[in-house]
């Protein structure tokens, strides 16, 4: 079932591309990028209606027209390669999923189920050269001593799926751990396996930081790797402190495995397997939604995918000597985004979620958790956790002048109100900035 030598394959590749030149590696790419589209054409009953001419020019929106879920499940029956049909594909799901049977399948093609954040589920077919492709290149990226040492890694999931599970072998072995279990399982379950590396979202990473530190649990990774949410400063410092390491990151959702870190901690995008054209945001070109071309992906094509995420592109280029673009942070969704009153004119204007982030946390070190929440353009609602109870005035008072600072010098300033902090629950990602306001695509503009 699984495909070792694809896995092995895909792990040399990524390895040797890592090295080149950025001129060869963009002359590499766009060769992948042509022969991938090629292949397409003749094979996606749905790019080949399409396609009027012999070029193979992504830029051109009559044949490769921007995609998003919608998009993708309304021509799912002739988009895919393999003649699935939408509602087979979803029976298939959906029986798996009431059966908790992780591994739904259509003959050699896995079937998967996204959940989506305002409730319109997304149908994604990946086949068993893809996953091993996959696994090949998440190794090839992660393993901190490629294949030399064996490599125990604890990977929480919200639900063991079999994606994952195609990696094992001598040299590296994954423990799955359900988000939804219990937390004092996990502990027992941590210090019996002894992790060499940790795959978890940051909240549940900060809560087994926690742990190490209160010494109900002792491990001792050499990699921490975060995934899922937003890795907040706050919970980096955290983590580091108890740790003493860098914490890695991994960019992933189900379009993609789309970025992780390098050794110096820069998040590069994985332009190796993903072709990535850029949607800026503001007028200085720092900020954008990427849109994904996976040229690894032939069973469902991802061509074009406009994903939601607000990305900062770094100013620096990194050290590691990577070809690959470099990230400075990933900022969270676009329904993160805080919308205010301009204060000269009148007009909306988006206020990204770094700005309100790092207003909170530089505001004082007795902030232990937090969020910030916009009910509406006059409204800012702000939940602490700290450490020192007898300074908490102290520091919401702190918060709140950080915030009104910011906002005083362009903005129409909004109420700012302190609540109780209200924990998640296991299911939902964290979030510590969160809009509550609609979006209207086009009305505003940015500073
Ligand atoms: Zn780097």
Known sequence: MIKLMYI?????????????????FRMWQNKQLQKHLKWINTHSPYYQQLKKSR?????????????????????????????????????????????RDFSPAIGNITVGLS???????????????????????????????GFKNKEKIAFFLRANSNLYESVRSNKIEFAFFDLLDHFDEHIKRLQDYQPTILAAPPSMVRRIASAVKEQKLNIQPIKIITMA???DP?????????????????????????GCSCSHGTIHLNEDIVYIEKEFLNAEKTKFHPIITDY???????????????????????????????IEQIEGRMDDVFILKDKHKDSLEYVFPDFIRRACISASDNLKEYKVIQHNVLEIEVQC????EEKRQETEQSIESNLMDFFQDNYLSPEITFSEYEENDRLTKLKRIKSNIQLNEGVYNTK
């Not at 956790?385 to 020192?388: G, N, P, S």
Request: hydrophobic content about 35%; charged content about 25%.
């Open 8 to 24: 092995l394959q895909n792990y040399l590749k990524v390895k040797k591309v890592q090295k080149y030149s950025p001129e060869h």
């Open 229 to 231: 949410e937003v890795l």
């Open 115 to 145: 959940s989506g954040t305002s409730g319109n589920r997304g149908i994604f077919l990946v086949s068993r050269e893809e996953q091993s492709a996959w696994a090949g290149t998440i190794l090839a990226k992660l393993l901190p001593n």
């Open 385 to 388: 956790l700290v450490f020192d």
């Open 296 to 326: 690894k992906r032939r069973t469902q094509p991802i061509i074009r995918y406009r994903l939601n995420d607000i990305l900062t592109l770094k100013s620096e280029p990194c050290p590691c000597g990577s070809p690959m673009l470099a």
């Open 55 to 99: 070029t193979y020019d992504l830029t051109d929106i009559n044949h490769y027209p921007f995609m998003n879920k919608p998009f993708m499940m309304d021509h799912f029956d002739e988009q895919n390669t393999k003649g699935v049909k939408k509602e087979e594909a979803f029976q298939v799901a959906m029986h798996a999923e009431e059966n």
């Open 234 to 258: 706050l919970d980096e410092a955290y983590i580091e402190s108890i740790f003493k390491q860098k914490i890695h990151q991994v960019y992933q959702c189900t379009e993609g495995f789309l």
